[in-house]
């Protein structure tokens, strides 16, 4: 069992930061993925899109074109952040964090359902 639990969202101006952390507990050594997804309002019945994945092996991070170069994935022993910059409309949504075991593939997966467990997600506004 893995308990994850993000925090830091909130309101902001478009251009500004927020920061968001995603607790982790229970942390069994076969989790090598571990991402940030995010669920814009009214978008639901839709997948989660991906924001950002690390591997925990090697630390290899990819992020998803329209947060490349704005957003920073980083993560210690206990927790995993997202350092969100130069923020747009664009960017409101739940976000989430999300843990995967046992993926030894070439890069982490960026389908939601390939993910186990999940955080209850934190709420991100952005204003223009």
């Known amino acids: 069992r893995v308990d994850l639990a993000e925090s830091g969202g909130g309101s902001v101006q478009a251009g500004g930061s927020l920061s968001l952390s995603c607790q982790t507990s229970?942390?069994?050594?076969?989790?090598?993925?571990l991402a940030w997804f995010r669920q814009a309002p009214g978008k639901e019945r839709e997948p989660k899109e991906i924001?950002?994945?690390?591997?925990?092996?090697?630390?290899a991070t990819y992020y998803a074109d329209s947060v490349k170069g704005r957003f920073t994935l980083s993560r210690d022993s206990a927790k995993m952040y997202l350092q969100m910059r130069t923020l747009e409309p664009q960017d409101a949504a739940d976000y989430y964090c999300?843990?995967?075991?046992?993926?030894?593939?070439?890069?982490?997966?960026?389908?939601?359902?390939?993910?186990?467990?999940w955080g209850q997600g934190t709420q991100v506004t952005v204003s223009s």
């Open positions: 999300a843990a995967r075991p046992r993926w030894y593939h070439n890069g982490c997966p960026v389908r939601d359902w390939e993910y186990n467990f």
């Open positions: 924001v950002a994945t690390i591997y925990t092996g090697d630390g």
């Open positions: 229970g942390y069994p050594a076969d989790i090598t993925c």
